[in-house]
């Protein structure tokens, strides 16, 4: 942001931010602008307008001056504010997890659509694997009372998991425990439903991913192997020994990977009902089924 003598207004620095964030390739230039100008000032963006004229302090400026030099490098704005919002809940994100996304919303879609057709018990078990920040299982939390388990193989994501379930503790019980997939889970429980976001980008294909994905967001979190898939044969194959019968199996997993995941499914005669549900853009994005 250029000094300037005159007072610096809340519009001069949107305007400015805007036109200096479009110059340097950010796709959502006034977006980005408005959204970090409002963390920087502590108010929700509709401040911003109705507050137009007022003036920034030297302290607002130096703020609101580092996140703008942040995103310039490439800083998705997720971890600049540490925040992201998912499924109505705000939770706390940092480098070390995944920052969530909107079409991971259509998994919890799944799950409670398809939980809301089992006999459950009055208090399930539900293991969000590969938990990351914690998203899933809080996001389910909202509408089923249960026994969450969070699983991951990072003990750094691990942490912010456990600051995110903290935030929600009245929606727990909440289990953190930390392994490699459901090796972790050798000695029980058995759950009611298992559902995962796994690493399912193709190794292949890792560098072809936008930078601020490339640079910023966790490799451990996004690499699934060769095709993508090695993470999700191991969590289908591993899963019917830790589900109940009648269980839910649920997964996240990319568009042109339906066929072999549901293959998978299918081949392990563990499975029935097996189904794909398409994200809001119409893509495969889930890969469910029931345990025999």
């Known amino acids: 942001m250029n000094e300037r003598k005159q007072a610096w207004t809340i519009m001069d620095a949107l305007n400015w931010t805007s036109d200096y964030f479009r110059q340097h390739g950010i796709p ?32 607002e400026r130096s703020r609101y001056r580092a996140f703008i030099k942040r995103r310039i490098a490439g800083e998705p ?100 425990v930390c392994g490699d997939l459901l090796t972790a889970f050798r000695d029980g429980p058995i759950f009611d439903i298992i559902v995962s976001n796994p690493p399912y980008v193709a190794r292949e294909d890792m560098g072809n991913l936008p930078e601020g994905i490339r640079n910023f967001e966790p490799v451990k979190a996004l690499d699934g192997g060769k095709g993508g898939l090695e993470v999700l044969q191991t969590l289908v194959s591993q899963s019917p020994k830790h589900l109940n019968g009648g269980g839910l199996f649920a997964t996240e997993i990319a568009p042109d990977q339906a066929e072999a995941v549901t293959g998978f499914l299918k081949e392990s005669g563990q499975y029935e009902d097996i189904q794909v549900t398409p994200d809001l853009a119409g893509h495969p994005r889930v890969a469910s089924a029931r345990r025999k």
């Not at 602008?33 to 137009?52: C, D, P, Q």
């Open 28 to 59: 959502t230039p006034r977006l980005d602008a408005e959204v970090l100008l409002a963390e920087a000032l502590g108010v929700e963006r509709i401040a911003l307008y109705t507050h137009f004229d007022q003036p920034l302090s030297e302290e």
């Open 77 to 176: 704005v997720s971890y600049i504010r540490n925040k992201k919002e998912f499924w109505s809940r705000t939770l706390f994100v940092d480098p070390r997890v995944l920052i969530p996304r909107p079409e991971t919303e259509t998994l919890v879609e799944v799950v409670k659509s398809r939980s809301a057709e089992m006999s459950l018990p009055s208090l399930p078990s539900v293991l969000d694997m590969g938990c990351g920040s914690g998203a899933i299982a809080l996001a389910i939390s909202s509408f089923m009372k249960g026994r969450f388990f969070l699983a991951d193989i990072d003990p750094g994501a691990l942490a912010v998991a456990k600051k995110n379930c903290m935030a929600y503790a009245s929606d727990g019980p909440f289990f953190l």
